[in-house]
């Protein structure tokens, strides 16, 4: 008996899960690991930080079979030698096949007090408590939202909508969306405007306390810091010592496996890649990932085409958006509803 062990069922770990589970012979065994009792649609977590979806409607089951096994626990360190997996309060998980696709973590780059004194939306209990802190806040309460990218256009838009009385100010290092076509640039400013949220730019954060963040030694006043200034991969994944990329993320090779480690695949938030970071990528390489597994056990060796991405979507609360496909930048309701039939198409292949 071989087994395949897949660490997070997120994105890419889920759909590895998926194509393996239409191929597996009845020899090998495949187990899923993760924290949660369900998956959760993490492109979605800004609405469920801002209070406009519940949590039941971004939940994904894991499916079921006779050859899966789920394990609920926290992942805490792999054993290269051994081939294990130490997931806490349980015996090691010994592996034939491992796929780490743990995701990511924000990113405070060494800023003091940023992790005590800001919430985050990079996991489920942390989007939990966000909610929370966004939602028990005072009437006419100040929110600050430091990251002007994606994430924080997409919590900012989505707070506006679900809370009119609150003051919201995104802070951001360069210029909103910055990584944008200037057009996209212009249309979300404009649409920011409109809806009464303050932007600032060039902000120079040097320390969070209690209800202050510094910009030097200008005071900025804030009863919930959101941020989204950043991510980088796991604690687990930081901490092994192979190869990696400028941002933290694990160097693979062209079948997106550890090049010194075989059998041991790398998908998602964690790994290396010429494109950011995204679901849809995870989902690529999850695929293909499942198809390098499935040639092995036939004793194959295949090639991969080079990855393909479709563009970005982001949503402007849930009537506006805007996108980039390949390099033509689209706004207002089209994207928006492009990006709700893209949720939909995940909760249905997932779910
Ligand atoms: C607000 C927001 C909006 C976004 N919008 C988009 C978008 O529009 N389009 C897009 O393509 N991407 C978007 N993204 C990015 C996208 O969500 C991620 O790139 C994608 O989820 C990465 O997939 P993954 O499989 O690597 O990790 P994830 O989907 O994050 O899955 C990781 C899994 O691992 C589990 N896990 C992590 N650590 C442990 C541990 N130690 N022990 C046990 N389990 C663990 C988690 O519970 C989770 O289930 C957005 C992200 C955010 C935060």
Known sequence: MSTVVILGGGY???????E???????????VLVDRNPFGALKTEFYALAAGTSSEVDIRVSFPSHPQLDIVYGEVLSVSFEDRTVQIAD??????????????????????PGASEYSTGVQTLSATRRTYQLLNDTKPYGQINIVGGGLSGVEVASELRESRPDLNIRI???????????????????SWFQEHDVELRS???????????????S?????????????????ELVQKMSFPKDKQGRLIVNEWHELPDVRNVFVIGDCSSQPF???????????????QVIAARWNNKEISLPRIRLKGTLGSLGKKSGFGLMGSTPIMGRIPRMLKSGVLWKSRRHFG
């Open 171 to 189: 802070l951001d290092r360069s210029s909103l969306m910055s990584a944008f076509p200037g057009k996209l640039q212009k249309f979300v400013a």
């Open 90 to 111: 349980r015996d090691p998980l010994p592996f034939d096949s491992l796929v780490i696709a743990l995701g990511c973590t924000d990113n405070y780059h060494g800023i």
């Open 12 to 18: 890419g770990g889920l759909t590895v899960v998926h």
């Open 20 to 30: 393996l589970l239409d191929r597996v012979p009845s020899d090998v065994r495949i």
């Open 276 to 290: 950011s970071p995204s679901g849809q990528l995870a989902q690529a390489q999850g695929h293909q990932v499942a």
């Open 202 to 216: 060039q902000i120079h954060i040097t320390k969070l306390e209690e209800g202050v963040i510094y910009n030097g």
């Open 218 to 234: 200008e005071e900025i006043p804030s009863d919930v810091t959101v941020w989204t200034a950043g991510i980088q991969p796991v």
